[in-house]
């Protein structure tokens, strides 16, 4: 089980104690884009995910909440993703395994995401060709939410789908993760717990092994 801390929680007046504080006990970093439109608000592009990866070793999960995801693959690759998750509301199914393909030929981990109205089959023609499903236990696009438990029957149904047709990837969620509920999303099949606020507003490390042990 993997912890991805979300940078969208950072305090960036104090970005450098926190980012020290992260590389030493998290696994992940989890890199929110959002462009105004798929989702209402705006958050970071490539040229800010270049100056992070300057500053870590981490593994950089990010995750797109963009209308279009295809047009902004490459400037994200090359400021230093190593997983691009894209959500499949935003794009039709051409256009889906076109990200899908263009992503693998560059040698980058691909995802999808859904919504949490957005019915889980909706991933089926996908799942196959998928290093990671994530899950939003949130509307996208504020963080600070509080869980959904819809969630929980999402995980559960794509962790049995993976094992009924012997598939690999893994199963991430996002929105309104604590010590409250990690527990259960760790018994339904979840492999990354993404977790902003609650790791972020308070002590780092400590706040990070309460995730851990559950």
């Known amino acids: 089980m993997k912890i991805a801390p979300s940078l969208l ?21 989890h890199y929110d884009v959002m462009d105004g439109h ?46 691009i998750t894209f959500h499949q509301e935003a794009v039709d199914n051409e256009t889906a395994n076109k990200i899908i393909d263009h992503l693998k030929e560059k040698g980058i981990k691909v995802g999808m995401s859904i919504k949490p109205n957005t019915d889980p089959t909706a991933l089926i023609p996908y799942l196959e060709r998928l290093d990671l499903v994530l899950v939003m236990s949130v509307e996208p696009g504020f963080g600070g939410q509080s869980f959904l438990a819809s969630a929980y029957d999402k995980i559960v149904y794509y962790d049995q789908f993976r094992h009924e047709y012997d598939l690999d990837y893994l199963i991430e969620v996002d929105g309104g993760i604590n010590d409250k509920n990690a527990t259960s999303l760790v018994e339904c099949g979840t492999d990354v717990l993404v977790s902003g606020s609650y790791i972020l507003k308070g002590d780092i490390k400590t706040n990070i092994e309460r995730l851990r042990i559950k």
């Open 38 to 83: 798929f989702v209402p608000n705006i958050s970071f592009g490539p040229d800010i995910l270049k100056d992070i990866k300057k500053t870590t070793k981490l593994f950089i999960d990010v995750h797109l909440m963009i209308s279009d995801p295809y047009a902004y693959l490459d400037r994200f690759i090359e400021a230093g993703a190593d997983l």
């Open 9 to 29: 929680a950072f305090d960036f007046a104090n970005i450098e104690r926190q980012m020290s504080e992260i590389e030493k006990y998290a696994d992940w970093l």
